[in-house]
């Protein structure tokens, strides 16, 4: 008998058994609920009455079979956002869920989601934000030493296996700390002695991967936008913002997170976390603002396609329920990625590639068609290239590739390419850089005899555990009446459906058989919004899309101090793809005045941001309201919140007694970057 060759020694960095467990999940989801839900907000200012929480039918089951329904393997729970309230009994703060007359202040929201988790079979993780806007003490070492560690205590101790642990990255600075509204500042770096910290999860909850934009286990990619790098290596070397050396909680170069470092110090692969709706918590306006299945398709092959995790919030209604549009959305999304891995046709191909490590089985290339991660196609050392090539019994279609590495064994190859036999000709498929945990390869159908994976360049012998081939099934059609108003206030909506007409409403959300035939534009001068769907012969409707529209700009003039310019009228063309970029020359002292020419009735602000550009979009704001150009009333100052990472619309709402104006005076105080301009995609009225 010959020597038995020994298995390749492991390249670079590997993963734990944690993370090992973590990778296999690969779909799973947020769920963002608490004082938010019920104010309309995305980030609470912390004092919120903890009476404003009181969910009417909260259905923990619901909640997460739905979730479960989508393919997703696991959930993660805000237990505690920025606002500082607490969704569990905690000792730790009188700012909790038993001040809430929700079940008579004996709710424990943590407890009913992680045991439904448990009793649904998905795993369980928590989200405990750094920051609390509303302890008395933040900022302080008692904040960290004791109240966030032991809430984190609690948490990790009281609730049974937790398989991730979430900490945001957003922290330090404004808030309504014991009742003192005032900027708080920390040093990111240091405040929150993270050795520390981790050594508290450590000996709780052996299992747990933690999160954060450093890690040290799982990173952010960097976007709310659910998308990895098209190379996203499972690889990295967190770097600070300012020191290059010193990273820290919101301190790092986030963008990094997309790409991971080649080679990098440590084994801490990308999460990608986006939501389902523009927001990350519920808000009524965005119940037609639900994202469809074959968007959800494209960042999932964007995300878990690019060797990441896709991570998808799910945010529970004022109820405590899915709404019925993300709740059927999820449904939908299961059924696809079911129908996608039902059939692997590499299972039954025949196999041979151009070396192999030895005759054992340990390294033979018919591994990659079996079920196991683990097993793999192995080269002798040194040998960094080559190709495997899998023959199918007859002319196969199909659109997706997904190739796997043993990362065990660390991340061997760099670039790769998959070929397809036609017709005895060879066709390019597919190629990138960089495979790790996995990576799906989409492309246009193909019927093939063959399909052959070359790796071109890698830093050790090659070490392939799985190649998958899978035929896509049809994604549902998404055709919804597109709506749209011109400068004379005329609102068209265009759109075809086989056998349905248009119908629509203003200032309503449902569609219904009973709403408002379509049958010419109308005007609609003030604001509000228009929903439209398309209506079957049955009585059934598409999915329903609408649109705010603020007061028609008629003759408005916006200008910044005293000095006019064409591109203003950018921003109050309702088109958030134009955008008005303003020279700002010192923080908080210039301004923006739009003149509307005529007193009326405000109801509110609208501030759109630039959607594909955040440096510039303002964080932090004053508004003023006047009638004659020359005495101002201040009506609102505050924070647009995560507006850096989620640029979506945010409205200021103006007190009845302060809403009769002619004027309206923006004032930036801070906003992204350290630029000298300011962005506006839109300024709606309301």
């Not at 936008?225 to 990273?247: F, H, L, M």
């Not at 079996?370 to 196969?396: A, M």
């Not at 760099?414 to 960089?434: P, R």
Request: aromatic share 10%.
């Amino acid at each position: 008998m010959g020597q038995k060759i020994a298995s390749p020694a492991p390249y670079g960095v590997t993963p734990s058994e944690r993370l090992l467990a973590w990778h296999e999940l690969e779909f799973y989801g947020f769920i963002h609920f608490t004082i938010n839900t019920f104010t309309d907000k995305e980030w609470g200012y912390g004092d919120e009455s903890p009476t404003l929480f009181n969910p009417t039918h909260f259905d923990p089951d619901q909640i997460v079979l739905s979730m479960k329904a989508a393919g997703m393997k696991a959930i993660i729970l805000t237990a505690k956002h920025h606002d500082g309230f607490c969704l569990w009994p905690t000792k730790t703060t009188e700012h909790n869920i038993t001040k809430s007359p929700w079940k008579n202040g004996k709710g424990d929201v943590v407890r009913e989601i992680s045991d439904a988790c448990r009793r649904h079979d998905l795993k369980f993780g928590v989200y405990l934000s750094p920051w609390d806007r509303n302890n008395e003490h933040y900022a302080t070492p008692h904040y960290v030493n004791t109240i966030f560690q032991n809430q984190l205590r609690e948490l990790l101790t009281n609730y049974g296996p937790v398989f991730e642990v979430w900490f945001d990255g957003a922290n330090g600075g404004d808030g309504y700390y014991g009742g003192k509204r005032e900027e708080r500042k920390i040093d990111r770096i240091t405040y929150y002695n993270l050795d520390e910290l981790w050594n508290v999860i450590r000996p709780l909850q052996p299992m747990a991967c933690i999160f954060s934009d450093l890690g040290p286990e799982i990173r952010w990619v960097g976007n709310e936008s659910g998308v990895a790098g098209e190379t996203c290596w499972p690889t990295y070397t967190p770097k600070g913002r300012e020191d290059i050396n010193k990273p820290g909680l919101g301190q790092t170069r986030y963008e990094e997170g997309q790409f991971g470092t080649r080679d990098g110090k440590y084994w801490i692969p990308a999460e990608c976390d986006v939501s389902i709706r523009p927001g990350w918590f519920y808000h009524e306006s965005e119940n037609n603002r639900v994202r469809s299945v074959e968007n959800l398709v494209n960042l999932y092959f964007k995300s878990v396609g690019h060797g990441a995790s896709m991570l998808l919030n799910i945010p529970p209604s004022r109820k405590g329920t899915v709404y019925p549009t993300d709740s059927i959305t999820l449904a939908q999304m299961g059924n696809y990625l079911q129908r996608l891995y039902a059939v692997n046709y590499a299972t039954t191909a025949k196999v041979k590639a151009s070396a192999v490590r030895s005759s054992d089985k340990t390294f033979a290339p018919e591994n990659v068609r079996d079920t196991d991660r683990y097993s793999y196609w192995g080269t002798p050392d040194g040998v960094t290239t080559g190709e495997i090539i899998l023959q199918f019994s007859k002319p196969t279609t199909f659109d997706v590739v997904r190739l796997r590495e043993n990362i065990k064994l660390g991340v061997r190859s760099d670039d790769w390419e998959v070929w397809t036999q036609v017709k005895g000709q060879w066709q390019l498929f597919g190629k990138g850089t960089a495979i790790g945990a996995s990576r799906l390869v989409k492309g246009p159908k193909v019927t093939a005899d063959a399909i052959k994976v070359s790796i071109t360049k890698g830093k050790a012998s090659i070490c392939i555990s799985d190649i998958g081939v899978f035929n896509s099934p049809e994604l549902p059609k998404e055709n919804l009446p597109v709506i749209s108003r011109d400068e004379k206030g005329q609102v068209h909506i265009v759109g075809e459906s086989k056998n349905a007409s248009i119908v629509y409403e203003k200032n309503r959300n449902a569609i219904s058989a009973t709403s408002t035939p379509y049958q010419a534009p109308f005007v609609m001068t003030e604001s509000g919004s228009v929903s439209a769907a398309f209506l079957n012969k049955d009585g059934s409707t598409s999915r329903i899309s609408t649109v705010t529209f603020g007061i028609l700009p008629q003759n408005w003039v916006l200008y910044k101090n005293q000095a006019t310019t064409d591109a203003k009228q950018l921003a109050l063309d309702n088109n958030p793809k134009t955008v008005w970029l303003v020279d700002i020359n010192a923080q908080g002292t210039d301004a923006l005045i739009l003149d509307t020419q005529k007193s009326q009735v405000i109801k509110g602000v609208s501030y759109v941001p630039d959607p594909t550009n955040g440096q510039g979009n303002i964080t932090h704001y004053a508004l003023y309201g006047s009638q004659n150009g020359n005495d101002w009333q201040l009506i609102q100052e505050g924070e647009f919140s995560n507006i850096e990472a989620n640029p979506r619309p945010q409205r200021v709402n103006i007190p009845k007694d302060k809403g009769q104006l002619r004027y309206l005076k923006l004032v930036p105080k801070r906003w992204v970057g350290n630029g000298h301009q300011v962005r506006i995609a839109d300024l709606l009225l309301l």
